[in-house]
């Protein structure tokens, strides 16, 4: 019985003791014993290299012997001693370096419960790399015994870190969430963006008594652009710390308090946050300024490169040292004799520049007096309104100039789509909003023009306007002129409208695009209606939404082309989403009514399409067409190049293609009469990454249309349009744990080149029209740091010209027939890659190459049965 008690008592006091230490601060025993000094071996190996073949790498390793001394403290608070002794560096190929004397200068850390409070450095190391690497020495000391998260301070950032125990022993240690001043700049469309997957962890052992033995601690970056799974580079730093066993004795301070000894020995107080660093100045035959640039890259910039791989790869060269060029050297390029005949292109390089110099340089170029210098003007415009970093100042300028009237009315067209759209990329910059300063002025202004305006060309480029701002307060003010407006005048706000995010839409709105949709007031344009239901399907109808959109292919509205939209739309949908296209089988199965064949196949000719432009090994891309029809002819087409990662997308290329008032030499079918009125007109709509620009007319009347007719002015290929813009443009930097910054960017430029060619007879009744869009695609990535110990880069860059070719064919010798053909000619994609390591020491870089090409085979697209069938009828005639 008695000994019965004693083991309970001791089961008690046990239990009891265990519990009390779920409360008190961990035991770490004999780690860092005042008095006492302790040596590791250490080592830092660093790689980069590529993504997709990560077992051929570039780097360095550095290795030390680390003495630390504890020269005051208690149990819990401790003030080590650091001493970096023996370092030696070599590369990857056993290249030999050598490392800067001040390392070796003794440092002090604050130790506090295995925390690292401060840090303290002799004023004579003024080296920011230096005292970055011992910080990331002192932070392999810093680490926690019991189980938990906590938050961390170390050369990494402020982290979430998580400590797991294997045994009494051994732990882990893994970061998250690390915050540190990263320099992020972005584009706001995702698929255009660059993505970083990190891992950061460590390993250690410590003694029974909580004395640290070993550590291992662990970075891993990849760096990936977002639409290119092939493009990327890595980046790997592993630390290890290992004990000695060999422990002496050292001297220790006897002053009361930290503060005494640090002031005791003139010492520097720091955190282990990482200090930035200045760029260093650039060495070797890989720096140029943007006069040695353009010299280089001149050839590449004529007119017959455009659309080419070589002109988009020479713009990204141009674009960074123009960011750093004085507003003379600019000059300089601009008014050089040799330069005449490339100013379009070098308005389109101030374009992407976007600094106040390049601005000030192009303005004096904004003439519009002839028909070149309007082009130049344009250029340059256009190249700004598509630019990731817009500046408040040019920003305030645009309005400036807006404010004025200009006698051209094209430059003053083109002016408010560059004022609107830049500002709406100013507006989805970090720390700004549609609510920040300069943005609530150029919304005022265009609203204001918008609702003086008294004649209709004037209200659709102010809507236009609306269009590239994209200010969600505007959306009722559309939403107006789209119920109210004229026929044109609701077509432009309908096109505005669809440009906005679906989540503005709530069921007020969707009621309204069901109005315009199914004509509830008043009749409205064909155009309208189908860009209401666009965003209707945009919205994902549920059951009942989507059978009340059938229900309309069963009503008497005579408009079979938008009967056929709706149908072709829908199959389009289905094709996307397998849930969608079992929700509109069941909606269709359920009504026998609807699901016959002269209510499910609609006379008409409009077509709706998706099909993949390029996947793995190239981009991954989409080609959209919508062609609605009238009266046999083409009344509004669309072919739009979109970008895609997972459910994100954005536009890379829409053309556009409109016509009026041409169903009168086609079709005399009465259910056409009332747009056979119109004036008769057509013409070109271009929007580049989602900014609309000026419109292109082809003419405006019968006799102009019969002018081109007879005098075969428009059997000629003509340019429509040329430019070379920023596709990418992305910078930012990441910490490591061992004091290192790396520094990530990734860029890209497309060129394009986009002519086309009509050719009619009245005679054969008959007409043809070609469309050619050649592109050229750089995309280019780095990841580069410059340490203590080397200068390393891993850079990447992939080209590509995929080019488009849309024709077709249309008789109305009889019944109105039209054959489209979408052909994607072959074309090559290639991949480089390249490592460059600069040791510390070493006079030569040493670099290596890799390359790979892939042949793309060309395609032409499938349309429909409808179109296959028409083009097996032409050309039998």
């Given at each position: 019985m008695?000994?019965?008690?004693i083991?309970?008592?001791?089961?008690?006091?046990s239990?009891?003791s265990s519990i009390?230490?779920?409360?008190?601060?961990p035991?770490?025993g004999?780690a860092f014993?005042v008095?006492?000094e302790?040596k590791?071996?250490?080592?830092?190996?660093v790689?980069?290299?590529n993504?997709?073949?990560?077992?051929?790498?570039?780097?360095?390793?550095?290795?030390a012997?680390?003495?630390?001394?504890?020269?005051?403290g208690?149990?819990?608070?401790?003030?080590?001693?650091?001493t970096i002794s023996?370092?030696?560096l070599?590369?990857?190929?056993?290249?030999?370096?050598?490392?800067?004397?001040?390392?070796?200068?003794p440092?002090y850390?604050w130790?506090?419960l295995?925390?690292?409070?401060s840090i303290y450095?002799?004023?004579?190391?003024?080296?920011?790399?230096?005292?970055?690497?011992?910080?990331?020495?002192?932070?392999?000391?810093?680490?926690?015994?019991?189980?938990?998260?906590y938050?961390e301070?170390?050369?990494?950032?402020?982290?979430?870190?998580?400590?797991?125990?294997h045994?009494?022993?051994?732990?882990?240690?893994?970061?998250?969430?690390?915050?540190f001043?990263?320099?992020?700049?972005?584009?706001?469309?995702?698929?255009?963006?660059s993505?970083?997957?990190v891992?950061?962890?460590a390993?250690?052992?410590v003694?029974?008594?909580?004395a640290?033995q070993?550590?291992v601690s662990?970075?891993?970056?990849?760096?990936?652009?977002?639409v290119?799974?092939?493009?990327g580079?890595?980046?790997?730093s592993?630390?290890?710390?290992?004990?000695?066993g060999?422990v002496?004795?050292?001297?220790?301070?006897?002053?009361?308090?930290?503060e005494?000894i640090v002031k005791?020995?003139?010492l520097?107080?720091?955190t282990?946050?990482i200090n930035p660093?200045?760029s260093?100045?650039?060495?070797?035959a890989?720096?140029f300024?943007v006069?040695?640039l353009?010299?280089?890259?001149k050839?590449?910039?004529?007119?017959?490169?455009i659309g080419?791989?070589?002109?988009?790869?020479?713009?990204?060269?141009?674009v960074?040292a123009?960011?750093?060029?004085?507003?003379?050297?600019?000059?300089?390029?601009?008014k050089?004799k040799?330069?005449e005949e490339l100013?379009?292109?070098?308005?389109?390089?101030?374009?992407a520049v976007?600094?106040?110099s390049?601005?000030?340089?192009?303005?004096?170029?904004?003439?519009y007096?002839s028909?070149?210098?309007?082009?130049?003007?344009e250029?340059?415009?256009?190249a700004?309104?598509?630019?990731?970093?817009?500046?408040?100042?040019?920003i305030?300028?645009?309005?400036?100039m807006?404010?004025?009237?200009h006698s051209?009315?094209?430059?003053?067209?083109?002016?408010?789509?560059s004022?609107?759209?830049?500002?709406?990329?100013y507006?989805k910059l970090?720390?700004?909003?549609?609510d920040t300063d300069v943005v609530?002025k150029v919304r005022?202004?265009?609203t204001?023009k918008?609702?003086?305006?008294?004649k209709?060309t004037?209200?659709?480029?102010y809507i236009?306007?609306l269009d590239?701002?994209k200010c969600p307060k505007?959306?009722?003010l559309?939403?107006?002129?789209?119920?109210?407006?004229?026929?044109?005048?609701?077509?432009?706000?309908?096109k505005?409208?669809?440009?906005?995010?679906?989540?503005?839409?709530?069921?007020?709105?969707?009621?309204?695009?069901?109005?315009?949709?199914?004509?509830v007031s008043?009749?409205y344009?064909?155009?309208?209606?189908t860009?209401?239901?666009?965003i209707?399907l945009?919205?994902?109808p549920?059951?009942?939404?989507l059978?009340?959109?059938?229900?309309?292919?069963k009503?008497?509205?005579?408009?079979?082309?938008?009967k056929?939209y709706?149908?072709q739309?829908?199959?389009?949908?289905?094709?996307k989403?397998?849930?969608?296209a079992?929700d509109?089988?069941?909606?269709?199965?359920?009504d026998p009514?609807l699901n016959?064949?002269?209510?499910?196949v609609?006379k008409?000719?409009s077509?709706?399409?998706?099909?993949?432009?390029?996947?793995?090994p190239?981009?991954?891309?989409s080609?959209?067409s919508l062609q609605e029809m009238?009266?046999?002819v083409?009344?509004?087409?669309?072919?739009?190049l979109?970008?895609?990662?997972?459910?994100?997308s954005?536009?890379?290329?829409?053309?556009g293609l409109?016509a009026?008032?041409?169903s009168a030499?086609?079709?005399?079918?009465?259910?056409e009469?009332?747009?056979?009125e119109?004036?008769t007109?057509?013409?070109?709509e271009?929007?580049?990454?989602?900014?609309?620009?000026?419109?292109?007319e082809?003419?405006?009347g019968?006799?102009?249309?019969?002018g081109?007719?007879?005098s075969?002015?428009a059997s000629e290929?003509?340019?429509?349009?040329?430019?070379i813009?920023?596709?990418?443009?992305?910078?930012?930097?990441?910490?490591?744990?061992?004091?290192?910054?790396?520094n990530l960017?990734?860029?890209?430029?497309?060129?394009?080149?986009?002519n086309?060619?009509v050719?009619m007879?009245?005679?054969?009744?008959n007409?043809q029209?070609?469309?050619?869009?050649?592109i050229g695609?750089?995309?280019?990535g780095?990841?580069s740091?410059?340490?203590?110990?080397?200068?390393?880069?891993?850079?990447f860059s992939s080209?590509?010209?995929?080019?488009l070719?849309?024709t077709?064919?249309?008789?109305?010798?009889?019944?109105p027939?039209?054959?489209?053909?979408l052909?994607q000619?072959?074309?090559?994609m290639?991949?480089?890659?390249?490592?460059?390591?600069l040791?510390?020491?070493s006079?030569?870089?040493?670099?290596?190459?890799?390359?790979r090409t892939?042949?793309?085979?060309?395609l032409t697209?499938a349309?429909n049965?409808?179109?296959?069938e028409?083009c097996?009828l032409?050309?039998?005639k």
């Amino acid at each position: 019985m008695m000994m019965t008690e004693i083991k309970f008592s001791l089961l008690l006091v046990s239990l009891l003791s265990s519990i009390g230490s779920c409360y008190t601060a961990p035991a770490f025993g004999d780690a860092f014993h005042v008095g006492t000094e302790e040596k590791f071996d250490f080592i830092n190996v660093v790689h980069v290299g590529n993504t997709k073949n990560a077992t051929v790498q570039t780097g360095y390793s550095i290795r030390a012997t680390i003495a630390v001394g504890t020269v005051w403290g208690d149990d819990e608070t401790k003030l080590l001693k650091i001493t970096i002794s023996n370092p030696s560096l070599k590369s990857v190929g056993d290249i030999v370096g050598s490392v800067d004397e001040t390392a070796k200068t003794p440092f002090y850390a604050w130790w506090n419960l295995g925390r690292l409070r401060s840090i303290y450095f002799s004023p004579s190391v003024e080296s920011i790399s230096v005292r970055n690497f011992q910080k990331g020495i002192a932070a392999l000391f810093q680490y926690q015994l019991l189980d938990g998260l906590y938050e961390e301070e170390d050369p990494s950032g402020k982290c979430k870190t998580k400590y797991i125990s294997h045994s009494t022993t051994r732990y882990h240690k893994s970061k998250s969430d690390c915050y540190f001043n990263a320099k992020r700049l972005e584009r706001s469309e995702y698929p255009l963006r660059s993505s970083l997957k990190v891992s950061r962890s460590a390993d250690f052992t410590v003694s029974p008594e909580g004395a640290l033995q070993k550590m291992v601690s662990q970075d891993y970056v990849k760096y990936l652009l977002n639409v290119h799974e092939q493009l990327g580079a890595y980046y790997e730093s592993v630390m290890r710390l290992e004990v000695e066993g060999t422990v002496q004795k050292i001297d220790i301070h006897k002053s009361g308090n930290i503060e005494n000894i640090v002031k005791e020995l003139n010492l520097v107080s720091d955190t282990l946050l990482i200090n930035p660093e200045t760029s260093s100045k650039c060495e070797g035959a890989g720096c140029f300024g943007v006069i040695e640039l353009f010299k280089r890259n001149k050839k590449y910039l004529l007119n017959d490169k455009i659309g080419s791989a070589q002109s988009s790869s020479a713009l990204l060269e141009l674009v960074q040292a123009g960011r750093k060029a004085s507003m003379d050297d600019l000059s300089r390029i601009l008014k050089a004799k040799s330069s005449e005949e490339l100013k379009g292109q070098l308005m389109d390089f101030l374009g992407a520049v976007q600094t106040i110099s390049a601005h000030k340089v192009a303005k004096l170029e904004l003439k519009y007096g002839s028909d070149g210098e309007l082009l130049l003007a344009e250029r340059y415009l256009q190249a700004l309104a598509v630019g990731s970093r817009p500046q408040k100042e040019i920003i305030e300028d645009l309005l400036e100039m807006a404010r004025k009237e200009h006698s051209n009315p094209k430059f003053t067209d083109t002016l408010i789509q560059s004022l609107a759209s830049t500002t709406q990329r100013y507006a989805k910059l970090e720390g700004n909003t549609y609510d920040t300063d300069v943005v609530v002025k150029v919304r005022s202004f265009l609203t204001s023009k918008l609702e003086a305006c008294s004649k209709e060309t004037c209200m659709l480029q102010y809507i236009r306007g609306l269009d590239n701002l994209k200010c969600p307060k505007t959306t009722d003010l559309l939403m107006k002129l789209a119920l109210n407006g004229s026929r044109l005048v609701s077509v432009a706000a309908m096109k505005a409208l669809k440009a906005f995010s679906v989540y503005l839409w709530n069921d007020d709105f969707r009621s309204k695009f069901e109005e315009i949709f199914f004509q509830v007031s008043k009749s409205y344009d064909s155009s309208a209606r189908t860009l209401a239901l666009d965003i209707l399907l945009d919205l994902k109808p549920d059951s009942s939404e989507l059978a009340h959109l059938l229900q309309f292919l069963k009503s008497n509205d005579k408009a079979f082309e938008v009967k056929q939209y709706l149908v072709q739309k829908l199959r389009m949908s289905a094709t996307k989403c397998l849930a969608f296209a079992v929700d509109l089988r069941r909606a269709i199965e359920s009504d026998p009514a609807l699901n016959n064949y002269d209510v499910l196949v609609p006379k008409g000719l409009s077509t709706a399409l998706r099909r993949p432009f390029s996947s793995l090994p190239s981009f991954n891309a989409s080609l959209t067409s919508l062609q609605e029809m009238s009266g046999g002819v083409l009344k509004r087409g669309i072919v739009d190049l979109t970008l895609e990662v997972g459910d994100e997308s954005t536009s890379l290329f829409t053309l556009g293609l409109y016509a009026r008032g041409l169903s009168a030499f086609v079709s005399s079918n009465e259910e056409e009469s009332n747009e056979a009125e119109e004036e008769t007109t057509a013409g070109m709509e271009l929007a580049i990454q989602g900014t609309n620009m000026r419109p292109l007319e082809f003419f405006n009347g019968k006799g102009e249309l019969m002018g081109h007719v007879w005098s075969g002015t428009a059997s000629e290929p003509t340019a429509a349009y040329q430019a070379i813009t920023l596709l990418q443009d992305n910078e930012e930097q990441f910490h490591s744990h061992n004091g290192a910054t790396l520094n990530l960017g990734a860029t890209g430029a497309v060129s394009i080149d986009l002519n086309g060619q009509v050719t009619m007879s009245l005679w054969g009744r008959n007409a043809q029209s070609k469309v050619e869009q050649n592109i050229g695609i750089t995309m280019a990535g780095q990841l580069s740091l410059d340490t203590l110990f080397a200068k390393l880069a891993a850079r990447f860059s992939s080209t590509q010209e995929p080019r488009l070719h849309l024709t077709s064919a249309l008789d109305f010798s009889g019944d109105p027939a039209l054959c489209m053909q979408l052909l994607q000619p072959s074309s090559q994609m290639k991949l480089k890659f390249v490592r460059e390591i600069l040791l510390a020491g070493s006079k030569q870089s040493v670099e290596r190459k890799t390359s790979r090409t892939y042949n793309l085979n060309g395609l032409t697209h499938a349309l429909n049965r409808k179109n296959n069938e028409m083009c097996n009828l032409i050309a039998k005639k």
